[in-house]
């Protein structure tokens, strides 16, 4: 990992265009600014992470399943064992 | 809600089907990855998103209205070119739902719906940044 250090309002210039800005320093919190081009997409890590880990388990296994057929939101459903 | 064993898909179906391509793949499944959408069971609103160059990759959709008759899905920038969207009405929003292996209600992922451009049958899963919506959303019963 490239480790550098900015001060509010200095930037980083990542390959062809992808430039990531300090706009303001406040307590823990860091807000910064991307622009980048239009087709490349920027997200926070984390969500990223979470969206990695959920469809790796929500592979389906092979052969058949159980699926619930969805009824119109009119009165109660009764739940019919399969 | 009633519930029923549906057999899996036909594998042959795929041939039949457009390839949708999705040139950045999924999280966790790195691209490019071209998928077919095989409908699962003649009517009900299932269908599995599978690999057609990886049969052990296959996530269970749904159009998120059929549960979350509520939901919107603000996409940005990058994905709208990431799968070429000139028009609104020719994007197709399906969210990725799994089963706990135990049995019991299914959870659908709000936070990461795939979205296709049915014109240049392009996908993508769009990492929304509503910081309310959850991976794990319970099926509504």
Known sequence: MLVLTRRKNESIVIGDGIVVTVLEVKGDQIRLGIAAPRDVPVHREELLAALEAANRSAVMPAGDAVLPTPRPAAGRTRRRAA | MSVRTLPAPEPRAA?????????????????????????????GPWSVLVDLDDADVRFLVVPPGVFFPD??????????????????????????????????????????????????LRGVQAVLSDTRLSTRTPLPA
């Open chain 2, 15 to 43: 041939r039949d089907v457009p390839e949708l391509a999705f040139p950045l793949g999924l999280p966790g499944f790195p691209g490019p990855r071209r998928f077919a959408l095989l409908r699962w069971g003649s009517d």
């Open chain 2, 71 to 120: 939901y919107q899905a603000v996409l940005d920038d990058a994905l709208v070119a990431a799968i070429g969207l000139e028009d609104p009405s020719d994007c197709l929003l399906l969210v990725i739902v799994s089963f706990p292996a135990g049995g019991g209600p299914g959870t659908a992922n709000l936070l990461g719906p795939v979205a296709i451009s049915t014109r240049t």
